[in-house]
């Protein structure tokens, strides 16, 4: 049965072994506060990345889904659906007309590979034709001015809603409202500003602008373009249910044979974890591996310190042992000795941490103009102090575990003995 006082006094007796020897357990310390070090900028890194993700889901919507020729994640094979039909604006209509479940259905037109210009300036962008009621979905959000209406859109006028990316590259000031630009060489006026949507993975999605359906057609026409549906399921727990049902109506409008796969892709938010995914393990792979690099330098050095603390207090474990005490108190002794050692290195490694870690945030977001780090904490997490002196105990406890033994197994004569 475990005495508690033992294990009080062979606290103390570290404690003060430790502090009789206070620079160089300090410097036995070094590889532990790297390992430390690495593991809190990691897990700072992979909840940031986390958050900046969290963030641009939100944005973009849960609940959305978007009916498309294409595959956005680039998954499946290319070349086969690159020989998919377009799909064309009855069919988008057809389904917009059917789904029964959804919130809001939306056909979109692309144009890819557009651009807007103003006097002399230019930016490379995606223009989209849409129906009014897009503003109702994430991406019609306005942070100036506000969308289209109905009558816009049947009139087919010249107005147009730009991404927060070509308000920025193009009207630096902010002043874009009511400013005429040109898309395809046909004026438009500036009627709204979405907010900003995509942060680190997706800034693409700033660099769009959405025009009235029917102006689109006037500016690039509907002829050899595949369209899009958007459709707002209005809650992620009925997502499940749109999907189907959109998957049903749609394989029925293309002629999909029962035994055949789709001939289109149903995109939304998941797809694009894959990637995001890939990331997250980039990190850890590169991470873990200088951790445990930085952790096995560190336990051998703490080792070695053991074996020396061992050996030089010898004669003092002999009287211990010889006036009663028990090996579990010589053991216990050294293991605490030895994890304390490597909490010495966690507690020195926590400024250093923090330090690194607002070094790299200010620098990012003042140096580089790094917006979506705005979403990210500059401090470091709770979790993340608690899981690196979890991990510096158990280091601790490993390395000391061989010398604690030696220890606990000296005869008390021979280590009376011992000069």
Known sequence: MIKWSEIGESFRIATNALRTNLLRSVLTTSGVVVGVVLVVVMGWTINGLDAIWDETISIIGKDMI???KWNWSGGGNWRKTETRKDITLEQAQ???ARMETSELAIPLARQWGGSVSYGNKSIRCGIYGTTFEYAFT????????????EVEQRQADNVVVIGYGIAKAIFPDGDAL???IKIHGIPFRIIGVVEKRGFLFMDFIDNQAFIP???FRSAFGFFDRSFSIGIKAGSVK????????AIGHMRQIRNVHPTEEEDFSINETEAFDDQVRNIRIGIWTVGIGL???AFIVGSIGIMNIMYVSVTERTREIGIRKAIGAKRFSILSQFLIESALLCLTGAFIAFPISQGLIAGIYWTARAGFDLEFLSVVSPLIQIDLLLIAIAVSVAVGLLAGLLPAFKASRLAPVEALRYE
């Open 291 to 293: 951790t445990i690099l």
């Open 94 to 96: 057809a389904l917009v």
């Open 238 to 245: 009925l997502l499940d249910i749109v999907r189907d049902e």
């Open 213 to 215: 359906l029917f102006a």
């Open 138 to 149: 994430p991406a019609g959000v306005t942070e100036f001015g506000r969308y289209f209406n």
């Open 66 to 68: 978007y009916v498309d």
């Open 178 to 180: 009511d400013k005429q």
